[in-house]
């Protein structure tokens, strides 16, 4: 099973629009502040990101999971609503 997860923090605006965007589709997804965890905050380094947004979609393998930064409508409406139909 697919699992969304969104990398965020609470003054972001983005963020805010991305999770009332998946509130408003009915998609499940998890948030993680990366103010609250430097594990967090290094995991995301490791993808290669400096900033939040970042929406990672997993099937559980690292090797497959598709990942992005920002609010891209584009991949939010692929990978997380397909996610939400699986």
């Not at 009332?20 to 609250?36: I, L, M, P, S």
């Not at 490791?46 to 497959?64: C, H, I, M, Q």
Request: hydrophobic residues 35%; aromatic residues 8%.
């Amino acid at each position: 099973m697919k699992t969304i997860t969104l990398y965020s923090r609470p003054d972001c605006q983005p963020c805010k629009r991305i999770k009332a965007w998946w509130d408003r589709k009915g998609v499940t997804f998890q948030e993680v502040n990366v103010e609250e965890s430097p594990d967090d905050r290094a995991a995301l380094k490791a993808l290669g990101y400096e900033g939040v947004p970042v929406t990672v979609v997993s099937n559980g393998d690292p090797e497959t999971d598709i990942h992005w930064q920002g609010l891209v409508l584009e991949h939010m409406e692929k990978y997380t609503l397909e996610t939400k139909a699986a």
